[in-house]
């Protein structure tokens, strides 16, 4: 009877040095940033939802892509997500989508997810800042500054 198993190895190689990391202190700060990191070729497309990995200083780690969709909507796995932050060592998120049509106004599925992400990172002691919709232009709706989140 054969008794070996894998071995799980987990690792996060950054790339860029902190020092050069960009520091969210604003929720346009932090839309400038995605829009300027999302692909251009795609956002006017299909949906795609992603998360800004932060360190205790809101200093962005990385932007990585949860899930591409479909036109009007994306489908998102929340243990791919939590997954993600725990392995990155991230303290805080910030929940980002685009919308193709170019509305900014959240959905009600939009606003259910946000509420099921912050009750699982608040489980984990990771901070939701935001959750960040963005249209082709650029322009963006913020739950926080909204107070819906």
């Known amino acids: 009877m054969e008794t070996r198993i894998n071995e799980i190895s987990l690792s996060y190689r950054p790339k860029r040095k902190a ?17 300027q990191n999302w692909d251009q070729n795609t956002i006017a497309v299909y949906e795609s939802f992603k998360i800004v990995l932060l360190n205790n200083s809101n200093k962005v780690k ?16 929340l243990r791919l997500l939590f ?4 392995k990155s ?12 049509s170019g509305t900014l106004r959240p ?13 699982g990172a608040d489980f984990l002691d990771i901070k939701i800042l935001d959750h960040i919709i963005i249209n082709p232009k650029g322009d963006y709706y913020s739950f926080a500054d909204e107070g819906i989140l």
């Open 19 to 35: 020092e050069h990391w960009p520091q969210i202190s604003s929720s346009s700060l932090a839309a400038h940033v995605i829009y």
């Open 62 to 77: 990385g932007i990585y892509q949860i899930s591409a969709g479909r036109i009007t909507g994306t489908l998102v796995d």
């Open 83 to 86: 997954a993600v932050a725990l």
């Open 89 to 100: 060592l991230s303290v805080a998120l910030i929940l980002v989508h685009n919308h193709p």
């Open 107 to 119: 959905s009600e599925a939009d606003k259910q997810l946000t509420r099921k992400i912050k009750a």
